[in-house]
């Protein structure tokens, strides 16, 4: 328990910075985005300006000088982003080049290319293949990261999760701690694995796969056997250290230049999932509530503004309305399900089955949507809502009031207040709960608000 312990400042610090990078790139250089309606920006097309970008499938075969922030089901990047690039999708392909930064939450990411900055990666699946070039950093928190022979990372390697497989050459270092780890590539620095035991249980990823099944994506590696194994076309010019509660020097098949350092230590493969699921699930929360600000200010700003207002003025009554929504809303659904089945089984009745599968069919995909997108609110909706009042009061004299870009720069603040919040063990469900309420409370009250005044305009 001791060895988690000292491992949290440093796990609370690499979320902290990936957070960090993440709102420089955003809040640095507060521009207008460009939005494209089609989702795919042809070779040869130029586009000299920030995106957002969100639907079911993205493709970018063209040059964008600018940053590029994607939220989508899948997105194929064949062309050139001047810029950094922003991905929360379930799987993203990068075949083009890439002059800034990469950073993902998802699924999968494969890359193909060269990638002139770091790659913050927050998933279950990172593939680099031959061809992949990080000129700079990984920072890594999920289940699989897959560097294959002929890749290249320039600087170094840094992460959390269950497994790595490194054939691939490494310009510095590397820092890790996951359950199970191959190397069979070069390191030109040291090397240092925090590693699972040999003799321990995998933990089960079959909600991973089912996961994976559900998107149509590719199957996920299967799992490493928990240890660490250096092959002997391996080669490590510093020193080799690693942390477990077994000595595993029969599977260290190399003498690296700075030789070898075993530290035993008590942690168990399970208390390091346990920390790479915590800070998997942190870093994510943090690019999905990016992403919703982001769409929220582009689609809805108004509905940020006045729901923004309502928590201003009267927190106490939102928060009354929070728990209120919450009930009733979920009552809504269950009766709406009710009600679509009751239908289904009364037309069956009538008319022999003959409209019952297709009411039942349009019934439960209406159904779906609605009990979806209340979700959708509940769980990120209401966060957008407090991270942009928390933002506003954290920024209140920055001016000027009501522009886009304005509106863009204070909802990241308030979601790096948020996210800092969150990182706090004790604290951290109580802030979830809270602003789930007040986020919520808020969007009923503007909602109210909005249709009384209508109500008065038609009477008047």
């Not at 008590?266 to 790479?276: H, S």
């Not at 699930?281 to 919703?292: C, D, K, M, P």
Request: glycine fraction near 10%; proline fraction near 3%; aromatic fraction near 6%.
């Amino acid at each position: 328990m001791k060895t988690i312990q000292h491992k949290i400042p440093l796990l609370c610090a690499l979320a902290l910075a990936f957070a960090l990078s993440i709102a420089l790139i955003l809040a640095t250089k507060v521009r207008a985005f460009e939005e494209d309606d089609d989702n795919y920006i042809a070779a040869g097309e130029i586009i000299n300006d920030d995106m957002l970008i969100s639907g079911t499938i993205i493709t970018i075969d063209g040059t964008v000088n600018g940053d590029v922030i994607i939220a989508a089901q899948k997105a194929i990047i064949n062309g050139v982003i001047n810029g950094n690039l922003i991905l929360n999708t379930n799987m993203t392909e990068i075949n083009g080049f890439v002059s800034g930064s990469v950073a993902f939450a998802g699924q999968e990411l494969l890359i193909n290319s060269s990638v002139a900055g770091s790659v913050y990666f927050a998933g279950a699946n990172l593939i680099l293949t031959p061809e992949a070039q990080i000129n700079r950093n990984i920072l890594f928190a999920g289940y699989n990261l897959e560097a294959q022979p002929g890749s290249i990372v320039g600087t170094d390697i840094h992460g959390t999760g269950y497994q790595i497989n490194l054939a691939g050459f490494t310009g510095h270092n590397i820092l890790v701690d996951v359950v199970a780890a191959d190397v069979s590539g070069r390191v030109s620095g040291d090397a240092t694995f925090t590693i699972g035991a040999p003799n321990i249980t995998p933990p089960n990823i079959t909600w991973l796969q089912i996961w994976s099944n559900f998107w149509e994506l590719e199957k996920l590696p299967d799992k490493l056997t928990p240890g660490l194994r250096i092959s002997s076309e391996a080669e490590i010019r510093g020193k080799l250290t690693y942390k477990s509660p077994a000595d595993q020097s029969n599977t260290i098949l190399i003498e690296p230049g700075a030789g070898v350092e075993y530290v035993k230590v008590e942690t168990t493969g399970a208390e390091k999932t346990i920390i790479g699921l915590w800070l998997f699930a942190h870093v994510r929360e943090l690019l999905t509530l990016l992403a919703f600000g982001a769409l929220a200010i582009w689609l809805t700003p108004s509905a940020v503004h006045e729901s923004g207002i309502q928590l201003r003025h009267q927190p106490l009554k939102a928060f009354g309305w929070g728990i209120l929504s919450l009930i009733l809303g979920y009552v809504a659904i269950v009766v709406i399900l009710g009600l679509v089945i009751v239908l289904g089984v009364l037309l069956a009745i009538i008319t022999l089955g003959g409209l019952a599968s297709a009411i039942l069919g349009v019934g439960i995909s209406g159904w779906l949507t609605i009990a979806g997108v209340f979700t959708l609110l509940v769980v990120y909706g209401s966060k957008v809502i407090v991270a942009s009042w928390l933002g506003d009061v954290t920024l209140a004299r920055l001016r000027p009031e009501g522009t886009t870009h304005r509106n863009l720069f204070v909802m990241m603040v308030g979601i790096g207040i948020y996210m800092v919040l969150r990182l706090i063990p004790v604290v951290s469900p109580i802030v979830g709960v809270i602003s789930t309420l007040l986020g919520l409370g808020a969007l009923a009250m503007a909602f109210i608000s909005r249709r009384h005044s209508k109500e008065q305009m038609v009477e008047s």
